[in-house]
């Protein structure tokens, strides 16, 4: 297919992930924080979300170096045109993408994106009170989920499914490797503490922004234990949302996509599954969580630009 | 010989009304239609209307207007949804008349870049043709594929008082409306399957699928080696949604010059796994910016070396570049002549009667009656460059008589013709708008109309102009099959 159009293909789902899985990230917040026992200081609470989407040089630069409030971040993640990734930008970006792809995607993908960009826009040009209320996080959600279910169902399987389904898992893994990275951190602020008393609503709540709490529940006996929060969140295949679960569909994606001779992104691919392979949350964790997921996120920045280079961006005449 | 003004009877300076046959009656096609909207009720109306915009809009059917700002306005098509419909027998002239007058300037378009028979033979002046801005030197002596040069043309039809078809326009380089004649069904069978219900209408979505065939009939490699490609200029572009709709439809790939190339004059699509040649490029992108090595170099529209690659006939452009001097205003009032010499037949539609400026005797006729012209200048579109006698000022009747003296080659002038009147459901009443016909032909193995076309509406009270980026509306049309 079209370099052009396969590059699209890959973004829109990307933004479309973001804008889902960013919605989710401040809706889990805002429920939770509303019986906030912890008198936790307001940019505690939030600060969090502007490092997992590495917006805090954004946020300083559109709050002239200000303060992190509860009431600007979620204007910023939600609504802020000049925050590229908004939900309001993301989707917009989504929806741009799914326009210049429209003959790829069968007409019920189109209306979907658009439609809930539309509605979603006109949400929030309202005033503020739109990005408090939780209804704007669940219908983003739903919009997604949506969108999803119709382009599983109706969209032929093959060289543009491949390129939906990487920009999917690709995004998807990288926002959950940073999600536990940022969140964790929070939780266990030193290594010594793994195994103590935990906040049952910290950890429950990193869970539910992953989707994943009740999955969870039903896998895990011995209640939330970080160890165990770990293994579950990156290495349970099962688990749709997981780090293992996102890299194995990122295979099945450059399969229907096809690797003759794209071979940076074949040894990218193999270098992805490799830092999955023979370890556990144990050694990780014995190891270092954060430089494990650190690593993992310039794995994929690396995958993502081998798909870059060797699908996209075309040069006349020259053998990939 | 032209008729004189004085010849206009006042009968012909009155509009027909395609759905009113007097004050009381509808059209005995109308018939069944008009009673059921009185047996329902125009109220009833009201929210099919809403439906159809709802539609529309999710379909994504919109078109693009011009303006200032970064962000171009994106307007849902505008659709009214009494239905256009034209009787079997009246089709019949109509679509004889298409295909004749097609397949004349085909042969016009071909003798024009070769021998040029017949300017030899004077059958218009050189002038027209050689000073033409569309006429292109750079075209000269290519053939293209199966020697067809207007693949696809969009014929605009007007009726005069009598309720006469006639000729109002050729479009022969990029005519658009296609898509909207067939959302325009889409929509109005979703929304009012009971009209429908009472007449036996003919089918129009079959268009892509003829284009498809027309277009592969073109390939260098042959029909069954034929990758087929449509060519846009992109996102921003107020047709796009038709570029978007017409590939889909003929499941081809949609391009923009960015994703080809032209290497050893073969044109070649950029794919995620290397370059595939293409073989019929539908370009919808304008002579002008096709090929910066050929026209304009600032062009980032086209496709560096395309016009050598369909010289070598390596590729099929369509439609040809080079037909804007056959859709030229100033050789339009030739194009009955045109017709007589290459086919020695008579035209089955004539031309709306027009003036040359560049006769004496027409121009000073035009001059002396300003306030009773439509003139137009002959390299403009879209309704733009054009004067509206009867409801223009003083003062632009005299720059308009100021410019035509200066350049007479570029403006001719018609007598206003009072596009038909047809019945529109506006703001919740049944009110009369002008109407004209843009039927599409395509000329492929053999030349072929789909019954129909797009209906313009100029939903502006009193208004002639139809064109949709100057707030025009449509219908759906139907021809009846007999």
């Given at each position: 297919m079209l370099s052009r159009i396969a590059d699209s293909l890959y973004w829109m789902s990307r933004y479309l992930e973001r804008a889902g899985n960013t919605a989710r990230l401040v809706e889990i917040n805002l429920i939770h924080l509303l019986?906030?026992?912890?008198?936790?200081?307001e940019a505690a609470q939030w600060r969090p979300l502007l490092s997992i989407s590495g917006s805090e040089e954004a946020y300083k630069k559109r709050y002239d170096g200000g303060e992190v409030t509860a009431r600007r971040t979620i204007q910023f993640m939600t609504r802020e045109r000049q925050n590229a990734n908004s939900i309001r930008s993301s989707l917009r970006l989504a929806r741009e993408n799914a326009r210049v792809v429209r003959d790829r995607i069968s007409n019920e993908m189109w209306e979907a994106i658009n439609d809930m960009w539309l509605r979603i826009d006109r949400l929030l040009e309202g005033s503020a009170p739109a990005e408090r209320s939780p209804a704007i996080y669940a219908e983003v959600l739903n919009g997604v989920a949506r969108f999803h279910g119709i382009s599983v169902s109706t969209m032929m399987r093959g060289e543009a499914y491949g390129f939906y389904l990487l920009g999917t898992c690709v995004e998807r893994a990288d926002m959950t490797a940073r999600i536990l990275d940022v969140k964790y951190h929070l939780l266990l602020p030193d290594l010594s503490m793994v195994g103590s008393p935990l906040d049952y609503y910290q950890w429950a709540a990193l869970l539910k922004s992953l989707s994943g709490f009740e999955a969870y529940r039903r896998h895990y006996h011995a209640g939330l234990r970080p160890v165990d929060i770990a293994e579950f969140v990156i290495f349970e295949g099962n688990f749709p949302r997981s780090v293992r679960f996102s890299v194995e569909h990122m295979r099945h994606a450059l399969q229907e996509i096809g690797t003759d001779g794209a071979e940076r992104t074949g040894a990218a691919m193999v270098a992805l599954e490799a830092h999955l392979h023979e370890t556990s949350a144990d050694t990780v964790l014995s190891v270092g969580l954060h430089e494990y997921l650190e690593a993992f996120l310039t794995k994929v920045a690396a995958f993502n630009g081998a798909v870059s280079r060797e699908y996209f961006e075309h040069y006349l005449g020259e053998e990939r | 010989m032209l008729p004189s003004?004085?010849?206009?009877s006042g009968a012909d300076r009155m509009p027909y009304h395609e759905f009113y046959l007097d004050d009381f009656e509808p059209r005995d096609h109308y018939r069944p239609l008009w009673e059921h909207i009185r047996k329902t009720g125009q109220s009833a109306l009201g929210s099919k209307v809403h439906e159809a915009h709802l539609a529309l809009r999710s379909e994504g059917v919109t078109f693009t207007v011009y303006s200032e700002e970064q962000e171009g306005i994106e307007r849902v098509w505008p659709f009214d949804l009494i239905p256009r419909i034209i009787p079997a027998n009246e089709w019949v002239p109509i679509e004889a008349g298409l295909k004749q007058r097609v397949r004349a300037l085909n042969l016009f378009l071909k003798d024009i870049y070769h021998q040029q028979q017949c300017i030899k033979d004077g059958v218009l002046p050189a002038e027209l043709v050689f000073k033409g801005k569309h006429f292109l030197r750079e075209i000269m002596d290519i053939d293209p594929p199966q020697g067809i040069y207007t693949h696809i043309s969009g014929i605009d039809l007007v009726r005069d008082g009598p309720g006469r078809y006639l000729v109002l326009e050729d479009n022969l380089r990029t005519p658009s409306g296609v898509s909207y004649m067939i959302e325009n069904r889409i929509v109005e069978r979703h929304i009012l399957p009971e009209f429908f219900a009472r007449y036996r209408v003919r089918r129009v979505e079959h268009y892509p699928a003829l284009l498809l065939e027309a277009l592969r009939h073109l390939s260098p490699r042959g029909k069954d080696h034929a990758e087929v490609v449509l060519l846009t200029p992109g996102i921003y572009n107020s047709a796009y949604f038709e570029h978007t709709f017409l590939a889909k439809e003929m499941g081809i790939e949609l391009v923009e010059g960015r994703d080809l190339v032209v290497k050893n004059d073969v044109v070649y699509m950029k794919t995620t796994h290397g370059l595939r040649r293409v073989d019929v490029l539908y370009r919808r992108v304008d002579d002008a910016f096709l090929d910066p090595l050929t026209f304009r170099p600032d062009s980032a529209l086209g496709v560096a070396g395309i016009i050598n690659a369909w010289r070598a006939g390596s590729v099929a452009l369509v439609n040809a570049p080079g037909n804007g001097i056959a859709d030229d205003k100033a050789i339009y009032p030739f194009v009955p002549d045109i017709i007589r010499y290459y086919l020695s037949e008579r035209p089955i539609l004539e031309n709306v009667p027009t003036y040359l400026m560049t006769r004496p005797d027409e121009q000073a006729l035009v001059l002396d009656n300003m306030e009773r012209m439509v003139v137009k200048e002959v390299s403009e579109s879209g309704g733009y460059g054009m004067l509206m006698g009867p409801s223009s000022t003083p003062a632009l009747r005299a720059e308009f008589v100021t410019r035509i003296k200066a350049n007479p080659r570029n403006y001719i002038a018609q007598p206003v013709v009072p596009l038909s009147r047809h019945v529109c459901y506006l703001d919740g009443e049944l009110e009369s708008r002008h109407i004209d016909l843009r039927p599409f032909v395509i000329y492929g193995e053999d030349i072929q109309v789909v019954p129909g076309g797009l209906t313009r509406v100029a939903l502006t009270k009193g208004s002639l102009v139809v064109n949709s980026s100057q707030g025009g509306g449509s219908k759906d049309t139907w021809v009846l099959a007999e």
């Amino acid at each position: 297919m079209l370099s052009r159009i396969a590059d699209s293909l890959y973004w829109m789902s990307r933004y479309l992930e973001r804008a889902g899985n960013t919605a989710r990230l401040v809706e889990i917040n805002l429920i939770h924080l509303l019986e906030a026992e912890d008198a936790l200081p307001e940019a505690a609470q939030w600060r969090p979300l502007l490092s997992i989407s590495g917006s805090e040089e954004a946020y300083k630069k559109r709050y002239d170096g200000g303060e992190v409030t509860a009431r600007r971040t979620i204007q910023f993640m939600t609504r802020e045109r000049q925050n590229a990734n908004s939900i309001r930008s993301s989707l917009r970006l989504a929806r741009e993408n799914a326009r210049v792809v429209r003959d790829r995607i069968s007409n019920e993908m189109w209306e979907a994106i658009n439609d809930m960009w539309l509605r979603i826009d006109r949400l929030l040009e309202g005033s503020a009170p739109a990005e408090r209320s939780p209804a704007i996080y669940a219908e983003v959600l739903n919009g997604v989920a949506r969108f999803h279910g119709i382009s599983v169902s109706t969209m032929m399987r093959g060289e543009a499914y491949g390129f939906y389904l990487l920009g999917t898992c690709v995004e998807r893994a990288d926002m959950t490797a940073r999600i536990l990275d940022v969140k964790y951190h929070l939780l266990l602020p030193d290594l010594s503490m793994v195994g103590s008393p935990l906040d049952y609503y910290q950890w429950a709540a990193l869970l539910k922004s992953l989707s994943g709490f009740e999955a969870y529940r039903r896998h895990y006996h011995a209640g939330l234990r970080p160890v165990d929060i770990a293994e579950f969140v990156i290495f349970e295949g099962n688990f749709p949302r997981s780090v293992r679960f996102s890299v194995e569909h990122m295979r099945h994606a450059l399969q229907e996509i096809g690797t003759d001779g794209a071979e940076r992104t074949g040894a990218a691919m193999v270098a992805l599954e490799a830092h999955l392979h023979e370890t556990s949350a144990d050694t990780v964790l014995s190891v270092g969580l954060h430089e494990y997921l650190e690593a993992f996120l310039t794995k994929v920045a690396a995958f993502n630009g081998a798909v870059s280079r060797e699908y996209f961006e075309h040069y006349l005449g020259e053998e990939r | 010989m032209l008729p004189s003004l004085g010849e206009t009877s006042g009968a012909d300076r009155m509009p027909y009304h395609e759905f009113y046959l007097d004050d009381f009656e509808p059209r005995d096609h109308y018939r069944p239609l008009w009673e059921h909207i009185r047996k329902t009720g125009q109220s009833a109306l009201g929210s099919k209307v809403h439906e159809a915009h709802l539609a529309l809009r999710s379909e994504g059917v919109t078109f693009t207007v011009y303006s200032e700002e970064q962000e171009g306005i994106e307007r849902v098509w505008p659709f009214d949804l009494i239905p256009r419909i034209i009787p079997a027998n009246e089709w019949v002239p109509i679509e004889a008349g298409l295909k004749q007058r097609v397949r004349a300037l085909n042969l016009f378009l071909k003798d024009i870049y070769h021998q040029q028979q017949c300017i030899k033979d004077g059958v218009l002046p050189a002038e027209l043709v050689f000073k033409g801005k569309h006429f292109l030197r750079e075209i000269m002596d290519i053939d293209p594929p199966q020697g067809i040069y207007t693949h696809i043309s969009g014929i605009d039809l007007v009726r005069d008082g009598p309720g006469r078809y006639l000729v109002l326009e050729d479009n022969l380089r990029t005519p658009s409306g296609v898509s909207y004649m067939i959302e325009n069904r889409i929509v109005e069978r979703h929304i009012l399957p009971e009209f429908f219900a009472r007449y036996r209408v003919r089918r129009v979505e079959h268009y892509p699928a003829l284009l498809l065939e027309a277009l592969r009939h073109l390939s260098p490699r042959g029909k069954d080696h034929a990758e087929v490609v449509l060519l846009t200029p992109g996102i921003y572009n107020s047709a796009y949604f038709e570029h978007t709709f017409l590939a889909k439809e003929m499941g081809i790939e949609l391009v923009e010059g960015r994703d080809l190339v032209v290497k050893n004059d073969v044109v070649y699509m950029k794919t995620t796994h290397g370059l595939r040649r293409v073989d019929v490029l539908y370009r919808r992108v304008d002579d002008a910016f096709l090929d910066p090595l050929t026209f304009r170099p600032d062009s980032a529209l086209g496709v560096a070396g395309i016009i050598n690659a369909w010289r070598a006939g390596s590729v099929a452009l369509v439609n040809a570049p080079g037909n804007g001097i056959a859709d030229d205003k100033a050789i339009y009032p030739f194009v009955p002549d045109i017709i007589r010499y290459y086919l020695s037949e008579r035209p089955i539609l004539e031309n709306v009667p027009t003036y040359l400026m560049t006769r004496p005797d027409e121009q000073a006729l035009v001059l002396d009656n300003m306030e009773r012209m439509v003139v137009k200048e002959v390299s403009e579109s879209g309704g733009y460059g054009m004067l509206m006698g009867p409801s223009s000022t003083p003062a632009l009747r005299a720059e308009f008589v100021t410019r035509i003296k200066a350049n007479p080659r570029n403006y001719i002038a018609q007598p206003v013709v009072p596009l038909s009147r047809h019945v529109c459901y506006l703001d919740g009443e049944l009110e009369s708008r002008h109407i004209d016909l843009r039927p599409f032909v395509i000329y492929g193995e053999d030349i072929q109309v789909v019954p129909g076309g797009l209906t313009r509406v100029a939903l502006t009270k009193g208004s002639l102009v139809v064109n949709s980026s100057q707030g025009g509306g449509s219908k759906d049309t139907w021809v009846l099959a007999e």
